[in-house]
């Protein structure tokens, strides 16, 4: 039989698992445009110490849902205006958070991140009985640790 030949049915056999293998890998990856992949619902329930019931991808926010409300992650880019004046807002009126990406300030319910051209924000104002800054901080740390 020829060389060439059990090369190739060797590399053709194993081309979808490796094709699979890949898109799979590809999938668990953190990506801006699934911002739930950056803090999986089992991280952000032990993070916050409240049970998650679902997640769900809402363009640039993560919703997680909880039974007294919902907790939600920004991922946003620091050059659009908007994700500036939310940044903005929470440097001027909140106090500053140590630790947490280049600069961090939590007013609230509220933290704001900035990590080079990003800004993350940890929102819990929709919860009933929000966690404190340091669970806050918690997720915005898992977060930014997933930002390449």
Same mark, same amino acid.
């Given at each position: 039989m020829? #060389?060439?030949f059990i090369l190739f049915a060797v590399l053709a056999s194993a081309?979808?698992?490796f094709v699979q293998a890949a898109a799979a890998e590809a999938r668990a990856a953190p990506s801006p445009d699934r911002p739930c992949s950056f803090a999986t619902t089992s991280?952000?329930?032990s993070l916050i110490g409240a049970g998650i019931t679902s997640a769900a991808d809402e363009r640039f926010r993560c919703k997680y849902q909880l039974a007294d409300g919902w907790l939600e992650? #920004?991922?946003m880019d620091y050059g659009l205006k908007a994700s500036r004046?939310?940044?903005d807002y929470n440097k001027a009126r909140g106090k500053p958070i140590a630790?947490?990406?280049d600069q961090?300030?939590?007013l609230g319910a509220t933290l704001a991140v900035k990590l080079g051209d990003v800004v993350i924000v940890v929102d819990a104002s929709n919860m009933r009985r929000p966690p404190g800054d340091a669970k806050l901080a918690a997720v915005a740390r898992k977060i930014v640790s997933r930002i390449p």
């Open positions: 020829n #060389k060439s081309t979808p698992a991280e952000v329930s992650t #920004k991922l004046d939310i940044y630790g947490v990406g961090a300030y939590v």
